[in-house]
């Protein structure tokens, strides 16, 4: 039985850490659902916690039944929130929530994939532009791709000032909000550095890593100043005036944005539908760039049903591993090594500029308890 209970969930527990093989758990009774029937509860043996098969499963706490997979398909087709919500006759908070407990399985998945590449494929790093709560917020969605392979190895988000061309009425708006609730200068800098730690965490054999980029001065300044990839990446730039052909050497991330334009909803330009929260946006970003790197066929036109990890060069039985358990196994956040990035969207830890308020951290995101459940049979 010790098979499917891999460890104890509590994360102050040795056994959390390094269960004993067998026996490090007991019978703890049972306890009635009505989404699930009966349910058998275990205790541990070292710290006394009592638990079930459903701790560990990424249902837990969950009382409708609504397919993960068609969620991500449906985020990943263009389907708007509420459109989904009318469709499995639930609330868009019911979505909204699968699709936050998706984005942490692709964090996960991504995480676990990470030691297993061997690949010395260029990548790119550029911005998405899109924007959240209102076109007074816009945002630079931060990808870094492979060159080859379109594979998504890490998102990062950072705000920046509304440019372009604004009207006085548009001036005076965004200058009463900046007065109220603050700016936004230097999360470009903050975010492309995060996209540097990421390089720097990608297993590499030997040799220097060749990062193309368009000419943003700030992406400059952060790699000078970043010691750290000194003599591991040689940068090359590009305009990003150039034409966006396949001979662009920006052509892989030109490439993903047109994926996440055409295929996500809150992405679409002229939309009628976007993002209201930032970490929503991150969540959706994340469950969309798993979509894309696990399920999407690598060409679709030439047949070629390898997936984007696949092509990455990333461990195929590893990847077929962690599929089997994207629906179906939680992760644990003290079992995953994550980068920057991951962590600040694991803990909804962006800001949303020019909002107010405090939302509360979903149950799901540490794991933590909530009130027990009445226990039926000792
Ligand atoms: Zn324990």
Redesign the pocket.
Same mark, same amino acid.
Request: hydrophobic share 20%; with cysteine; aromatic share 12%.
């Given at each position: 039985m010790s098979h499917s209970l891999p460890f #104890?969930p509590?994360r102050d #527990?040795a056994?959390?850490h390094a269960p004993p093989g067998d026996g490090w758990f007991r019978p703890y009774g049972v306890y009635r659902t009505k989404a699930y029937g009966t349910v058998k509860r275990y205790a #541990?043996r070292?710290?006394g916690?009592s638990f079930s098969r459903r701790t560990f499963r990424l249902s837990y706490y969950l009382h409708l039944h609504v397919s993960f997979r068609d969620i991500l398909y449906g985020l990943a087709s263009c389907s708007g929130l509420r459109a989904m919500a009318r469709r499995y006759g639930v609330t868009d908070k019911v979505i909204s929530n699968r699709i936050g407990r998706l984005a942490r399985q692709a964090i996960g998945t991504t995480a676990g994939l990470r030691p297993t590449q061997r690949s010395t494929e260029a990548l790119a790093a550029d911005g998405f532009e899109s924007f959240v709560l209102s076109q007074y917020c816009p945002v630079d969605i931060h990808h870094l791709i492979g060159a080859d392979s379109q594979y998504v190895h890490a998102c990062d988000l950072a705000h920046f000032r509304r440019k372009g061309r604004t009207t006085d009425y548009q001036k005076r708006k965004r200058e009463r909000l900046e007065k109220t609730f603050g700016g936004v200068s230097g999360e470009i800098f903050a975010s492309f550095e995060r996209i540097c730690r990421a390089i720097d965490d990608l297993p590499r054999p030997s040799g220097t890593i060749d990062l193309h980029t368009d000419e943003k001065r700030e992406y400059r300044a952060v790699l000078a100043a970043n010691g750290f990839l000194d003599g591991k990446v040689r940068r090359h730039t590009t305009s990003s005036r150039k034409a966006r052909t396949s001979w662009n050497p920006l052509w892989p991330v030109n490439y993903y944005d047109r994926e996440l334009r055409k295929d996500q909803a809150s992405m679409v330009r002229e939309t009628t539908r976007w993002s209201q929260e930032t970490n929503n946006c991150m969540e959706r970003t994340y469950a969309y760039a798993a979509h894309h790197n696990l399920y999407k066929p690598f060409r679709i036109r030439q047949r070629d049903d390898r997936t984007h990890a696949e092509m990455a060069g990333f461990d195929v039985r590893k990847i077929e591993f962690l599929k089997r358990r994207f629906f179906r196994e939680r992760y644990f956040y003290t079992k995953v090594s994550f980068n920057a990035s991951e962590w600040l969207v694991w803990l909804r830890a962006y800001h949303t500029p020019f909002s107010a308020g405090w939302r509360e951290l979903p149950k799901y995101v540490t794991g933590e308890e909530r009130r027990r459940p009445s226990r039926l049979a000792a």
């Open positions: #104890c509590n #527990c056994f959390h #541990c070292l710290c916690k």
